[in-house]
Structure formats: structure tokens, C-alpha cells
């Protein structure tokens, strides 16, 4: 089916570990987002991309890096998991054209222990 | 930069109607928009305001004054189904399209 998918839906990792989230979308939309959302914080945006090869920081990119070598894909790495990213991961996309509407990803629940 | 601002709850009764109100302070912002997301859900997109006033969409309307820095999305005949989160969120002057979310706002409609 078409959309966009995280995988994995759940992880739980031990800190000092690297973990890597995938996010793949079918549409080819230009734009791809990565945001944590923790309780009171709403969701916040880690690294965002405007095409294949083209990546920046958001509000809170320390600890994390990001690739895009395809257009669908968009992974985040966690290189040395701590506690305080223990969060909900939402990977999002949208179309280079029009409103602006992101479409996200159903999440991956992490827990660094 | 920008911030939003939003009431963290808002409570009320099935058939009623809810006003969820966002204030922002922004350099400048092409367009506000609103997401809801339920308990272990994603976001979903439900209503952009580019212009000034109001949009309709079914029960859900939102609306935008740029003069005020202030929004809301308007909820009539509330629905058990419609207790979420609601995030107002901007698309800040000069961005690559990425947005400036709210805090939230949690919805919970009661019988």
C-alpha cells in the first residue's frame, strides 16, 4: 500500500548502543521530517530534508545523524543512545507544491535503558 | 523564532461546540495550520489557514488573524471520537517547508 512507514514500530535499546530508525514513504514527496515528541514538548523537529542528498538540522539534532541517498527513504541513527532520547519518533513527509499538509509515519516507540 | 501558545486542556460534553485558540508569536509565517493526533496515533493534518479568516471543513473550522497573531479550530457536535490532541502549527518566512508545532492541546470530550 501506498503511505509512509516507520520501522520499527517498537525498540528498546541499552545506552551507549547505536540504533537506527527507518522511515520509507511511496508518494516521492520531496520533503522528509524526523520529530521526537516527550510529554509537555509537543513535537519536535531533529533533521528535515529537501531531496535526496539534502539534509539539515532542526531544533534538536544533537545526537542524531541522517542520511537520504533515495528520495523514499530517510533513516535516523541514534550513533550513542542515552537516556533522554527515550522518546516517540515520527518520521513525516510532504510534497515540494501546495499546502505544506505532512503526512507522518505511525511512530516508533524507543526506550534506552 | 517563533512560539506558540496553546491551553494544555479543554474539556466538554458531547453535541457541544469547542474552541481551541492558538497565539503565536512569529517574524512571519506563510500559513497556520492544525493537527490531531490520538492516544498512540500520528498526527493527522485537519485544516490550513493561508489567508486571513475562516476555513470550513465538515464539523471543523479554523480560523486565522494575522493583525490579532492569534488562531483557532472550532469543533462542533463534538463526538466521543473527536477526544485527541490538537497541535496548531506554523510554516515560518524563508523555511524548507518545516513546520514550528504548539504543545498541544488535549481534547477530552465526555458523554
Known amino acids: 500500500d501506498a503511505g509512509i512507514t516507520q520501522s520499527p514500530r517498537y525498540k528498546i535499546t541499552e545506552t551507549g548502543r547505536q540504533v537506527t530508525l527507518m522511515c520509507h514513504q511511496t508518494w516521492s514527496h520531496s520533503y522528509m521530517f524526523w520529530y521526537r515528541q516527550d510529554l509537555g514538548h509537543g513535537l519536535r523537529l531533529i533533521y528535515y530534508?529537501?531531496?535526496?542528498?539534502?539534509?539539515d538540522k532542526g531544533e534538536v539534532p544533537d545526537g542524531y545523524v541522517v542520511s537520504r541517498s533515495k528520495t523514499e527513504n530517510f533513516p535516523l541513527t541514534l550513533e550513542s543512545a542515552t537516556r533522554s532520547q527515550t522518546s516517540v519518533y515520527f518520521c513525516?513527509?510532504?510534497?515540494?507544491?501546495?499546502?505544506?499538509?505532512?503526512?507522518f509515519g505511525p511512530g516508533t516507540r524507543l526506550t534506552v535503558l | 523564532g517563533q512560539s506558540l501558545e496553546q491551553p494544555s486542556e479543554v474539556t466538554a460534553v458531547e453535541g457541544a461546540i469547542v474552541q481551541i485558540n492558538c497565539t503565536y508569536q512569529?517574524?512571519?509565517?506563510?500559513?497556520l495550520s492544525w493537527y490531531q493526533q490520538h492516544d498512540g496515533g500520528a498526527p493527522t493534518f485537519l485544516s490550513y489557514?493561508?489567508?486571513?479568516g475562516l476555513e470550513e471543513t465538515g464539523r471543523f473550522s479554523s480560523f486565522l488573524s494575522r493583525s490579532d497573531s492569534y488562531g483557532y479550530l472550532l469543533l462542533q457536535e463534538l463526538q466521543m471520537k473527536d477526544s485527541a490532541s490538537y497541535f496548531c502549527?506554523?510554516?515560518?518566512?524563508?523555511?524548507?517547508?518545516?513546520?514550528?508545532f504548539g504543545s498541544g492541546t488535549q481534547l477530552t470530550v465526555l458523554p
Open positions: 502549527a506554523v510554516l515560518p518566512s524563508g523555511s524548507a517547508r518545516q513546520l514550528t
Open positions: 489557514n493561508g489567508l486571513d
Open positions: 530534508s529537501a531531496a535526496a542528498d539534502i539534509t
Open positions: 513525516a513527509s510532504s510534497a515540494r507544491e501546495g499546502r505544506n499538509t505532512q503526512y
Open positions: 512569529t517574524s512571519g509565517f506563510y500559513g
